[in-house]
Each structure stands twice: as structure tokens, then as C-alpha cells.
């Protein structure tokens, strides 16, 4: 068996212009880094790449000269490089930024180590970022004077940025590396290996970048979520100061929308009886999560661009920008793509947040995450309601092979999942699911995704009948039907008012609630008998 | 494949050299495992590799593992060839522990060789060249072989530089010898080398040589170089006798005064010439591997060193040889070389 061939070794240095200087016999008395590099028994360096400038180059001769004398290996090639003031951090890097650019490095055969033991300790910050970046792509060595007296060599330590390679560094990065992916999960342990691949890699980008983030994939697969967990894990690691603003596109569409955004001056417009930070003020230092981006108007998608930008916008009536420094979250279920070639979204935003785009997959793709999921939701509804809830294992079994099977579409995602498992574990009888419980449940997820998922719309049909329905409202739906669930879950009239008033009960001298409440179903010519709760 | 076990014994370079040397001339293979194991950088440093790669092109051979801080060397010699040589040595390495990897093969080759060494000539824990010139090539001269040493410049640690060519004519057998009596002394000379320092450290020098041995001034020099070749300093006492001169020497180094660097020196003088043998340690170790390529031989020093002793193992493992050690009870020590 060969050994490896090992690759010579290139030291790229400085000359040191104090550190290496010394004349006559006596200048071996001294320990001159430059020169101990190439003195010492375990150490061999093929070549050196000698910078200095050209004021320097009687040393620089002198130190090459005495290289060849203990180093006959070793050749060394002067590099002249001009600096007005080693000590001005800009010039030094650009020079040694510019060296580096033009350096032809050839890392499968030689191994290149950086001196930073000589220069200014400018140019030893501007050498140790400049490796760290990989535009020196070696190592950095260090030399250091004999400890006692004696014309030894002194010592040198050759260190490895890339911290991996120190065991129990790595260890650690590779905990914090674990815990960050597990707080992007929300602490479930999720099974799917497509699902997991993109936390990972959501966890390494979310660490290292300030570029606007856009999330995709259909509603309910947890864009808000991760957005969320996203924002804690920068936090966390205090990559960000800000708060975290969370808003739905979809509800600024209208005039309000701008103002909502950018923010107004007192007297913008009527009815703006005073000033407003707006949305993009407030995420200033912090993230800006913009779900449904895709529903954004054009104007509004202008003013974002320029913010993004240049970090500055003009609100609605003033006469100077502000600025707001933030990252953004961008999500929308919808293809964006499509939205330019249809004139529905600017293509300049588009390619402005799409540098980072990470798909969420739909719940039916996902079909081994079900179950940890469902004990996450379990889990929630218990610190939610402070009761634990449970399946039996005839139930739970029934659950999953429905939810995991060909007939659960899951056209709402999580959010239907959470649904059903709140509805389930407040049906169930003694904090324990049934068969019968998980039946009901089945089908009433399939009945939902027979109408395309819409929940109001299928519960309504219920109870004012198809035809009915299609004389209310869209807008009128949310709201009824949120009464008649809240009817339907009390026993009385006077319990449902108490829940459905409960925040202006307090301030109101009588309270007549129950009244309110047969009015507003006598619009929609519902009695209490219909919209109670069935006997 | 003749395997040899790097950390028994003195446990560093010695054993590399001697395996390598004997390598060569009888053409066997070797394995050298736990090079320097026990030293604080273990494996090959950088002088060993070049003693390596002189041993590797004089015979045309193949060396597995020849790397910085490899702790395993697999040599396969080929036939040893004489020419021209030239090998650098690097952090001042010493040229003569080069020099006495390949001297052995080069004395046994078929043709003349002229090799040049550069790096240091005089160091501390290596033969000077004065020794050899003085003491050890003539004793292989008179065995048949014709090796003429010149010192062409001085080199001491740290700074290097030195060089020194190195005439061979081959013997076409060597010739075993017997150094078992000493004649008295014929000459005796101290000489204080000094380079880029000042000179008082030499007067010193010679005056610390002058109390402990009164000797006369005719026997007292001092020898200044040109600072280029500094600094370094060296005290040399040579004590000559008919049938063979032995080099004491002292090495001047910061923390050490001059006057202790040649009482060191002439302690160790005292202890040869109290001892009456005509062989001191340096030269004893050094004798053993010509004398038993030779075929035998004997002779009388006083305490062995463990270099000598390790030389005496792997000669032992490496040729079919006996080195017979008998130490008498005042310390001396006859060493007899028998194939």
C-alpha cells in the first residue's frame, strides 16, 4: 500500500518590515518569523509567496538569501505590493483582496498556508478574513518566538478555519445545528425525507442570509408556521433585533392597503385623524412576513420593491422617506410566475424574492408526517383547553389509515388537520377519541372536500339548506357560521350570547343578548330551534 | 524484508542511518517502524529525509513513506552507483550525519565519487568536520578507501549555509584494523573557531583550555572567520598519536559561557587521557560499522555510549556479525568486531 502523496506546502506571507529585519551575523540572534517558517525540522514549505513592498526589498533579498542558506528546499517568490498606509483597513484588504483574485491557486496540488504572524495587525485581520472567506483557500499559520533563550526557531501552530474539523466544535455546531432544525419543525419529529431535506436546507439559509425568503405551496401546509419559527431561530441566535409583522395580503386589498403598509401622515387623506407607522415601519430592525403576497396591488408591489431595495419608502402624505431596515417573508399559494405573464404582479419583485424559494409540500404528500402531527395537535389542544385528550388505539388506528389513505385529500393541509382534531377531541366522550368520534370525523372531512374545502359553506348547507346558501353572502358566511357553531355548542340561548358578546358585556349597563342573537338569525330566517342545538 | 524496530535503543536518527547504510551495501530490503517514536515530534523530520534521499539516489533505490512526520520507511536499495552527488540539508541540518549515511555505500562502490554537502558543518550532536578530517577518514584511509574532505565553508546553527565536498576513492576490500594500544600522545592542539561574535569569547576560550590543562601557547589557537559565516563558535582539541587522533569538541551557545563551553571540553580530554585507550565515545560508535563491513576488527575505548551500543544491535540484525563488548573494571571497554 502507497501512502498518499502529500501535497507541498505554499506559505503566502508578509514580509515583516520590523519582525524580519536585522543586519550582520547578529540578525541570527534575533527569531524572525519569515525566516523561522523555514526553519523548523517539522515543517517543510515548498514555496513562499513573499509580499512586501518595494521600499522593502533590501530586506526582502536579505531574508531570501538566508531562506536558500537554512531551507535550500524552500524557493522563494518575492511579490511586490504597494500599500500608502498599512494601517487603513480598506486599502490593505483591496490589496490583498486584489492579490488573492489574481492568485492562480491550485488546491488539488498544493496545500496553502497563510502567515499572519508579520504585517500590520491590519493586514493580519484583513489575512484572517480574507482565508476565512475562502479567497485564500488554506489554512492560517501563526509563528511564535523561542519561549526561552536560544536562537531556535520558536514554534508555529497552523489553524484550520474551517471548524468542523475540530471534533468537539463540530459536536457542538452539530447540536445547535439539530435543535435549530427541530425549532424549525415545531418540535415534531417528521418523517418525510423530502420535508426534512427542506428544513435543512431552510436552517443553513435562514442562518447566513438577509434576502427576502419566499415560501410556497398550497394553503394551510404552514408557511405562517415556519415564517414564525424562522423569526425565533434568528432571534434566537440574535440575528435579529426587530419584531416579527405578520400580515395577510389578502385583507389590505382596497385603499387601505397602502396606508396599512407604508404608513400616513395626519391628514394624508380623509379620516386620517392622525399619523400611522404602517406595517414596514414596524418590522424595522426585524422580519416582515406577507402571506398571500400574490394577492398585493400593483402599486403597493412598487412601493415594496423600492423598500426592499433601499430600505426607505415614502408614506402616504409625507414629504420625506423613512427608512425601514427589515428582512421579508414572502408567501402565496399561488404561482407567481403565472401572475407576471397575466399582469398581475411585477416581474421586478418576482425575481427580487425569488432568490430563496422554498416549496412547502401538501399534507398528502407528507402522509408519514400525519402521525407525529397528530400528537402535536393533541398536544396543542391540551395546554390550549388544559385538557388531555386521547385515542383509543381502535380509533387512532381507524384515523390514520383514513388520513394516510387515498381518499384524505387534505385540500386545507394542517389547518384541516387541526380542525378535525380539535373537533374530534372536544366530541370526545371522557377525553378519550372513539371509533364513533373518528367516523363522524371521516366523514366530515370528506363531505368538505367535496365542496372544494370550504367549511362554512358545507356546515351552512347543513343547517339553511343548499339553496338557501347561495343567497348569502360570501361575506356574511364566516360570521353565521361562527354563531350557529357557537349556538349549536351551548345549551341555551343565553349561554351562546354570553360567549358571543363576552368582550362588550362588560362595558354595556343591560344586556339583552339573547335578543340580539334571534335578530341576527331572523335575517337569514333561522329560529334558534334551527340553528341550536339539535335535540 | 529485514524489519528493524525505530524506537529501541537511542531511538532516533542513528538507527535510520546505520539500517540505511547497511541497507545499501548488502542489498537488503528494510522496514523501519516507530521511527523516533518516543521523541517530541516522532517520525521523519526533515535532515532525516535527506538522509533519505542521499541513501535513495546513490543506489538508485525506492523509499515507501519518506514523509515529514512518517513514523514507518520501507527501503529498497538498488546497486550502489559512485558519481556526483550534491544534497542540501535544510535548518542547518548536519551535512556530516548525511555524510555518514552514504560514506559507507560510496567506499564499497565500484567507481569515484565527489559529493557535495551544504548545511551545517559544525553542529552540536553530529560529528564536526574537523573530527572527521582528523579523526575518523583517516582511520577508513588506512583501511584501503581514499576519502579526502575540504571544507569549503563553515556552517553552524542557525544559519546554515555551510558546504563541504567530499572526494571518494573505493576500496576494492577493506581492511580490517586493531586499535587496542595507545602510544603516547604526539601533538596535542586546541583551537577556538569564532564567527559574527566577539572575539573575547575565543581568548576566553583559550584561556579556560590554558588553566585546565596547562598546556603551552604553542598548542593554543584561535581561528577567526569572516562574520558571513556566523554567528558560531566552536572549541576543537585534538590529541594525536601515532596510530590515531581523537577530536574533542566544545559548541558555544547562548545561555552558555565561554569558559564553560571549553571546560566541558577539557574535562572530557582529561577523562580520554586518564583513561589511556586510544578511542574516545564519538569515534567508538562511529568505528563500528566500517570495521564490521570490513570484516572484524577491534578496539579499545572507554565507556560506551548508547549510540554505540544501538549501532551494535542493528549491525548485529543487519550482517551477519558479533559485536563483542568486554568493559574491564577501571571502565575501559574492548569492542570486538567479528563476521
Redesign the interface.
Known sequence: MKPPTLRPIVVLGMLGTTLDSGKGARRWKRWRPTVSLCQHEDLLVGRLDLLHARRSTRLAETVIEDIADVSPETKVVPHIVEMDDPWDFEEVYGVLHEFAAGYPFETEREDYLVHITTGTHVAQICNFLLTEARYFPGRLIQTSPPRSTGDGAGTFSIIDLDLSRYGRLAARFEREHTDAVASLKGGIETRNAPFNRLIERIEYVAARTTDPLLLTGPTGAGKSRLAGRIYRLRRHRRMVKGELVEVNCATLRGDGAMSALFGHRKGAFTGAASDRAGLLRSADGGMLFLDEIGELGLDEQAMLLRAIEEKRFLPLGADAEVQSDFQLIAGTNRDLGACVQRGEFREDLLSRINLWTFELPALRDRPEDIEPNLEYELERFAVDRGQRVRFSSEARQQFLRFATGGDARWLGNFRDLGAAVTRMATLAPGGRISAEVVAEEVQRLARSWDHGGDQDAIELAGVVGPQRLKEIDLFDRAQLATVIRVCRESRTMAEAGRRLFAASRARRTSVNDSDRIRKYLARFDLSWDEAGRPE | MISIDGSKGEGGGQILRTSLALSMITGQALRIDRIRAGRP?PGL???H?TSVEAARSVCNGTA??A????THLEFIPGPIRGGAYSF??????STTLVLQTILPALITAGEPSTVTL??GTHNIHAPTVHFLQRAYLPLLNRMGASVDLELERY?F?????GRIRVDVQPAQQLRPFDLTDSPPVRSRRAIATI???PPSIAKREIEAVREALAWPDECLHMHQLG??S??GNVVSIEIERENVTEVFTGFG???VSAEQVATTTTDQVRRFLDADVPVWEHLADQLMLPLAIAGGGRYLTGPLSLHATTNADVIESLLDAHVHMARDESGRCLVTILR
Open positions: 515530534k523530520m526533515r535532515q529525509l515507501v513513506g514523509q515529514l512526520g512518517s542540501a540539508i535544510g535548518t542547518a541540518g551544504t548545511g556552517g546553527y542557525p544559519a546554515g549555509g564567527a559574527g561574535l562574520d558571513e556566523g554567528p551557545r547562548r545561555g
